[in-house]
């Protein structure tokens, strides 16, 4: 599924859309969501071909994270207060965990290229 999300920059960039937008809706991200924002622009950075310097695998261990995160069939409901994020969260440290360099150097990236 998120294979076929990246070949389709139409279907990605509303993804994202919707995913920025239950993001904006948590009032507390934690730490390990806080990284969501990152992996949402290094998404966006790679579907628009300004940074590729990443193996497909990571992207699609990022993008199948996200695809988790904004779906509303999991295993803890998100409705459920104070701990309907935690599988949320968990998929997302997972994924960080399988691409955190990746992501490291995509910011490093990013930061140098967004600098005046």
Excluded: C, Q
């Amino acid at each position: 599924k998120a294979k076929k999300l990246l070949e389709d920059s139409e279907k990605m960039e509303r993804f994202l859309e919707r995913l920025e937008k239950k993001l904006a809706k948590i009032p507390y991200a934690g730490k390990y969501l806080s990284d969501v924002p990152a992996l949402i622009s290094l998404v966006k950075a790679f579907v628009e071909k300004r940074y590729t310097d990443i193996p497909i695998g990571s992207i699609i261990a990022i993008v199948g994270g996200l695809i988790y995160f904004l779906s509303p069939i999991d295993i803890i409901p998100d409705f459920i207060p104070g701990v309907g994020i935690i599988d949320d969260a968990a998929v997302i440290a997972l994924a960080m965990k399988l691409v955190h360099d990746d992501v490291k150097e995509y910011k490093v990236w990013r930061d140098t290229n967004t600098l005046g």
